[in-house]
């Protein structure tokens, strides 16, 4: 079924500019959440929020980019704004998330789409067993691929899902992107996060990147990103690929740029292995005012013994919420 919200216009109209209001991707932050997995590093996991935590998801790597984990509280370090916050909540734990796959259609991925398939039952198969998925493939218009549902752990329903349709079209990637963000915020995981495998080239849409960027930062997702190696203008290439860059860098997610669509099946699996492998952060914000400015965030690590110039990825930042935001963690 094609994905769509309230404001969004029958597929056989022309969609208007800014029908996803920035505040409906806020929506979903509830006043109180709890979530609970069996299992896994730290034992059950079982974490409640009230309205004024902000929720950090970090992955820790050293230069060579492996990662590390079992780290304890004191080894972090949470500034915002240059100024130094205390940890209120810490967790080593591999939670269930709500996460989609967004594939792009279009009829310039035609030779590329059976590695797309590929690698998004990868990522599914690679992933927690728990996590709830959501399967979106776009080209001119965007659809999500579940019959009947809006999110399933089952890989022979993501598997059916991912082969549902066939390339064709042009390419409204930030339009999906931007629905698909929007879609996250039905699931009932509080970390959630987008996989999205195109090679970011937009010729359709009625979005900005701009308008997505913004939303990206208020939506709490991180988004990892596939670049397919583009044959488009070189201009368009360059720009898609600063866009991909830009848009992982400020979610906390990650951009991959692989010179061969073999790699893509491997990349999946990496872009798994890196959301199972986080640490959760929470604190209060010592600002405390409700004025809708964004503040930057950064994760500094002190390494223990064996290591050094360990780093810390999360999102670049967030909104604060505004005097008549709805109220939820950050």
Known sequence: MRLRNSDASPPSRKRGAGVWAAAGLLLAAASLWAQTRPGGRGGDFKLEVDVDLVVLH??????SGHYVTELVTDRFKVFEDGVAQKVA????????????LVLDNSGSMRENRRAMITGGLAFAQSSNPLDEVFVVNFM???YLELEGKEFTSEISELKAALEKTV???????YDAVRASLQHL???????KALLVISDGVDNTSVSSFDTLLTEAQQAEAAIYLIGLPCAEEKRDCRRAKRNLRKLAEVTGGLSYFP????????LCRSVAH????????????????RDGSYRRVEVRINPPKGHKNLIARTRSGYYAPSGDSPTGSQ
Request: proline share 3%.
């Open 274 to 289: 890196d959301i199972r492998n986080q640490y959760v952060l929470g604190y209060y914000p010592t600002n405390r005012a």
């Open 140 to 142: 001119d218009d965007y």
């Open 58 to 63: 970090a992955t820790v790597v050293d230069t």
């Open 259 to 266: 010179t061969s669509i073999e790699e893509v099946e491997s």
């Open 167 to 173: 390339t064709q079209g042009n390419t409204a990637y």
């Open 185 to 191: 915020q039905q699931g009932t995981r509080q970390k």
């Open 89 to 100: 909540v810490f967790r080593d734990e591999d939670v269930p998330i709500t996460v989609g």
